[in-house]
């Protein structure tokens, strides 16, 4: 039994360390703490909607940055505009990234494998030089944004406040996206990712139900990227860019694929790893490489499957 | 004469420069088990495949239970009444024998856009997938990932994932394709207790189990049916032995 709650106790870990973060960053005067853990939960959060369709669906999107800069930029359009209300700006945000996504889905969905990949891969850059193109908005140079939105009774000036927001976030959707995949639809769209062929036998068309998670998957991760924006009050077409879809995936792949937790751990070990290597030298991505092909070959499913042995 | 359950008319489907449907004219009575056999590229698997909606014949018509499914899409073809199982063996490998059942259930019942509730605790998935696994004799193996099954009862989870459709017309693409004598018995046990309760196509090598089963054969050359009928009947047909029978001894 003991065993069993490993996953659970793994989670609870995680998140209990998470949420230790501002009392440290406050007790020790290390704002750069909570900025630095804002972040990589919300690029777990990205890695979390990424393992939907890929982990479980078997699409391999390697266009997810665009829903983060499509959140991003609606966060940092409707600021310039002086709309503040933050449930009006991440509104948007979560609207738009969700008609992008069922866009880009509607047309993706109908390749698969390499054309899949390199389909989402040329939305995402369509995307990313549009950005560049929008000279009101800063064009290469990105959009500041004045201040954070309002929030109600919810101070998002406060990085504490904001910090715990983005932290209940992420459980909120992790929680989500485990009802989500052991529900009906979830296992619709595993049963398809293994074998299309059967599940069309069944009666079943898998194009739909992919369709419904792909556009699910770009909503929370645009949601991320409305996050994004608020954390770091800046926007810039960088958040699109196809290296930053790439480390999604890497995040995904790191922390263990169709497993929803092993991305948040993907995204908090490759984000401070980097962090850390940066530090000691220019050259990180060096000793960042050889880490991550260890892990992929020698942790089957990764950082997770090693943490929760065979129960994840 | 009452209508046929299944109607294949001057179905054509090439390849290139085989025609693998060469004009196929095939009925399957309401009740009956219709077997389907003929040398190796005979185009029984295309056939099946057409029938099934895989594959979209060139011409000819498909009509089933008085309804044109020619254009049907394949995923639709299940609702009608049409289940069928694969030569080769076709599961989700990484899914539990219930799983699989599950999951054929979770398609007969309707949509799945259901995201909240856990389909592995849903009770009108579990017990209902149970009877399933019951009926083709799995009961006992209901919680091994089927890639772990052997071959013998991954072929009758084949069957078991087309009952739970509740089809009407069965299509069986060579239920006993590898099967050791024992498992080939237990499968034509398992088919003889299907007789009377659904319509069955079968396609199959195993000439004993083909006589054994059979209301009726249709012998399937090139792409072309050249003889159909009772199985004595066929079986004495000259044409017949000359194309197939005789070659195989």
Known sequence: ????DRPLIAVLVVFGLLA???VYAVAFQQPFYLSLFARVMIFALAAISLDLVLGFGGMVSFGHAAYLGVGAYAVGILAYHGVDSALVQWGVAILASALVALFVGAISLRTSGMYFIMITLAFAQMLYYLAVSLKAYGGDDGLPILKRGSLGPINLASNVQLYYLILGFLALFL???HRVVRSRFGRVLEGAKWNERRTIALGIAPYRYRLVAFVLSG????LAGALLATLTTFVSPSYMAWTRSGEIIVMVVLGGISTLTGPVIGAVVLLILEEILAKLTIHWMLILGPILV????FARRGLWGWIVGRHG | MVEPLLEVTGVVKRFGGIAASDGVDLAVATGECHALIGPNGAGKTTLIAEIAGELSPDAGRIVFDGKDITKEPAPRRPRLGLARSFQITCLIPSFTALENASLA?????GHSFRFWRDARRDSSLRD???GVLARVGLEDRADIPVGELAHGEQRALEIGLALALEPRLLLLDEPMAGMGPADAARMVGLLEGLKGHVSILLVEHDMDAVFRLADRVSVLVYGKVIASGRPE????DPEVRRAYLGEEG
């Open chain 1, 1 to 4: 039994m003991a065993r069993l």
């Open chain 1, 20 to 22: 230790l973060v501002p």
């Open chain 1, 175 to 177: 929680y989500l996206g």
């Open chain 1, 219 to 222: 909503t929370v991760c645009g």
């Open chain 1, 294 to 297: 260890l892990v992929v070959l």
């Open chain 2, 105 to 109: 259930l979770q398609a007969h019942q």
């Open chain 2, 128 to 130: 209902p997938a149970r």
């Open chain 2, 233 to 236: 009947d066929v079986r004495a």
